[in-house]
Structures are given as structure tokens and as C-alpha cells.
């Protein structure tokens, strides 16, 4: 197993040179295609990230195994071994349309538990990261962890199609006993608002391993639960219907859900 401080330096390393990359692009035209829909989008940004953060693991870490949104990583079918979740740019539609509220993340796990978990705000210079076991940090200060609010004391994110699609109509109730609803169209930032104590829950009908996995490392270094909608653990080979909330408002969530 790699050395974790030294996989941190050069995980940090290369954020910068990412954030960078992506300043340095600002005044170019994007490349813009859609994946599975008209608002799934994926740009020359996202792949050219990625491409390069590939590049930069297999020569540093060749036996490590990769799972990256845009193709550049490995089929995995098991979670055995040193595992990288790489999202170049988590809220591509953000990254487009507002070319603000987009995050880089990368998450490091060992045999499927999670190591190390870094999201980077682009737009705020802001990088939330935790290394298990060693709390929570935002541009190296201690981030402090927030009170345990259940459902009814906070506000409560969620991913726009919960909200507007039929089939998840049971779940506009939780909405209803929350503060109020609030949606960044990024699961990297929802996170950082989860860290910060501005949310006490996000969930999201529809997440992949990469949009899950470095923040599981940052909100579980709190007690906080990342779940299924059905309670099971989430899995990191799949798709999830994904709960994200601090252990009072979890507990509230399940009761009204199953
Ligand atoms: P992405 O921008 O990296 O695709 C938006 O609600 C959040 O859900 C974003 O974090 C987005 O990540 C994620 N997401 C996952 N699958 C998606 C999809 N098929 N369409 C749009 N957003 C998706
Ligand atoms: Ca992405």
C-alpha cells in the first residue's frame, strides 16, 4: 500500500495543476457533446482532465485501478486492492451554463473502504478534504463538525429530478418537513454544504461511483450517514439512489420513506 501522506502531497499537487489547466481554458471555446440526454453533458474540459489525472496514477501507482466518469479509468468489477474514483468536473451542466458551481474530486479507497477524499470548489479556490481518521480540513484549516440537526431544524438538498419527477413524488413529503429545498446541481458541492453545517441532508436519485465516493470519506470522517434509499450500503460498482445526512435527520428520512 502507498504511503498515504505521500499520495495526499501529490493528490493536492495535482488539484492545483488542475485548477489551474481549467483557468487557463476560461477564455477558450468548449467542445460541448451529450452523453445520455440533452442536459448530459460532457466537454473537452472533462475528458482532458481526466485523461490527465489517469496518466498521472499509472505512472505513479501502475498497480492501482481507476473508476472515472469519462472512460479513461478501468471495468471494475470488484473493489479489491487501491481503487481511484476520479470526477474531473462534478456539474458539468453548471461548468457550461453558469461556468461557475463545478468541482474537481478524486477519492482513494483500500478493499472498498474509504482512505482519502478531496473535493475541490473550483469557482471558491476552496479544497475540502479528509484523510480517514484525521478529520476534515478546507485549504488545510480544521473544519469543525457540525451539530447533529435532524430534518425538521434544517435545510434539506436535493438533485432537481426528485423534485420535479412523478415517480419520486413520496419523497417531496421530506422537502415539506424540512426548513425548505435547496439544489446546487453539483453532489461534490452538496457535500461541502453538508461539511459546513448549511445542510443537514442531500439526496439524489441518481449518483455514480465517482459523485459518491470522495465525499463519503469527508462526511463519514463526522458520524454522518451515506446511505441507499433503502438503507443498504451504498455500492460502488453501481449507480445509487443516495442519502447523505447527519445521523438525526437520517433516522427522520427512513422513517418516512420505508
Ligand atoms: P456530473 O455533473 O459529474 O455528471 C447533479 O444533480 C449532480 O448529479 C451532479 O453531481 C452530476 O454529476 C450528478 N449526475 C450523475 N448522473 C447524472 C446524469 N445522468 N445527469 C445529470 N447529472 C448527473
Ligand atoms: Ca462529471
Known sequence: MADIQERDKLIKEWIAETAEKIEAAKSERLNIE??????????NMDKQIEKALTDKIRTQFPNDRICGEEGFGDELEDLD???????????????????????VMIGVYENGIGQQGYIYDVTQKRLYHAVKGQGVYCNEEPVEK?????????????NSQLMTKDQF?????LADQSMGVRMLGSAGLEVIELAKGNVIGYIASKLSPWDIAPGKVILEEFGFKIRQFDGTEVNLLNRNKTIFATPRAYDEIMTNIS
Open 34 to 43: 451529450e452523453k445520455s440526454a440533452r442536459n448530459d453533458l460532457v466537454t
Open 146 to 158: 457540525p451539530e447533529n440537526k435532524s430534518l425538521t431544524e434544517g435545510l434539506l438538498a436535493t
Open 81 to 103: 486492492g487501491t481503487v481511484w474514483f476520479i470526477d474531473p468536473i462534478d456539474g458539468t451542466l453548471n461548468f457550461v451554463l453558469q461556468q461557475e458551481n463545478f468541482a
Open 169 to 173: 413524488s413520496e419523497y417531496r413529503k
